[in-house]
């Protein structure tokens, strides 16, 4: 793989305007001078092997495992500092599966992953001699099947660890040094299949306990270790129903909900939960398929992501798309 980035940037300045009745006349001062002008070169290569195997009748294991090389280069134009690192990591995953029968099945599974420190396309100097940020994830889960498939459903409990985040040197505030940890903990729930011949119904929940468990760093002050990272909400759920109505013809409605989150590691500001509605109209037709999916159906406000604090993006409004397929046999 291969990742290149060049951008150049200047920096003006803008007129103060109200957020609910903006004066659209008020202008934006452009300079001329050249704030920023930077290349990023980030080329990759994996190598990875898996062998699932079957030990009796009633037993299967996985084992396998991932080695990457990454290599980053960023050059700064107008300084013409270079800096540059290269990663080399093995990744590990394995699993155990019990089937007592042909319709249930228990799992434990666990992996392990990183992170670089050039994936955004940059390398800064606080991080440019930091190593990758690993994640170890552990689960456990069920699964079952009844009426011959027809109906199906899974649990899982799960522990997902990230170590070695960067995080400031108490000693000196200038460095950083990778003594961060995050923890996830969580619980997914699935079940759906068909109801008679007409009504395929799916449901999901999932719960969520996450936490910062050490950082030196603050945010607006306040300290972050023991508090929630962003964005992670306690609860999520989602309900789907397709009806099949003849003719070729299948009708959906959904209701995702999503609990309350916080836009920043600081949890100084709540983004409030919300439940979301879509909608689908299909129609299939030997290899053709015409779909109207309407996003958002009710046209609630509500907040998708957030990057940071003075960065919260509101959700799409009502949407439509209209879409045919084609399918070549």
């Known amino acids: 793989g291969w990742q290149d980035r060049s951008s150049k940037r200047w920096t003006g300045s803008a007129g103060t305007v109200s957020l609910f009745n903006p004066d659209l006349s008020v202008g934006s001062t452009p300079s001329s001078v ?4 930077s290349a990023f070169n980030g080329d990759s290569v994996g190598l990875y092997v898996q062998d699932q195997m079957s030990l009796g009748e009633s037993w299967k294991a996985v084992v396998g495992g991932r080695w990457d090389r990454y290599g980053q280069v960023a050059d700064n134009r107008l300084t013409q500092a270079r800096l ?3 990663d080399t990591t093995f990744s590990p995953r394995a699993g155990l599966v019990w089937q007592p029968n042909t319709s249930h099945s228990l799992y434990a599974a666990w992996s392990r992953s990183f992170q670089t420190s050039g994936d955004g396309y940059s390398l800064a100097t606080t991080s440019a001699d930091l190593s990758p940020e690993h994640s170890t994830l552990k689960e456990v889960g069920w699964k079952g099947d009844w009426n011959e498939g027809a109906l199906s459903a899974s ?3 799960f522990e997902q660890t990230r170590d070695g985040l960067r995080t ?3 000693a000196d505030p200038t460095r950083l040094i990778q003594v961060g940890m ?5 619980l997914e729930l699935e079940v759906g299949g068909r109801i008679g011949e007409r009504l395929d119904l799916r449901l999901g929940y999932t719960r969520l306990q996450a936490q910062i468990v050490k950082s030196n760093n603050r945010q607006s002050g306040v300290s972050l270790q ?3 990272p962003s964005n992670v909400p306690e609860q999520l759920a989602s309900l789907w129903a397709t009806w099949t109505l003849g003719h070729g013809f299948d009708l959906g409605v959904g209701a995702f909900a999503s609990g309350s989150r916080f836009s920043a590691n600081d949890n100084l500001v709540r983004l409030p939960g919300y439940v979301r509605t879509d909608a689908m109209l299909r129609w299939r037709h030997g290899e053709h398929e015409l779909a ?5 159906l009710g046209d609630i406000a509500w907040i998708e992501s957030a990057h940071s604090t003075n960065q919260i993006m509101p959700g799409t409004p009502r949407a439509a798309t209209l879409s045919w397929r084609y399918n070549f046999r």
């Not at 050249?34 to 002008?37: H, P, R």
């Not at 995050?182 to 969580?186: A, E, H, V, Y």
Request: aromatic share 0%.
């Open 226 to 228: 023991g508090n929630r």
């Open 84 to 86: 540059d690192r290269t």
């Open 168 to 170: 400031i040197d108490p």
């Open 292 to 296: 109207l999916n309407v996003r958002n």
């Open 34 to 37: 050249l704030g920023n002008s």
């Open 182 to 186: 995050q923890r996830s903990r969580g």
């Open 155 to 157: 649990a899982a409990l």
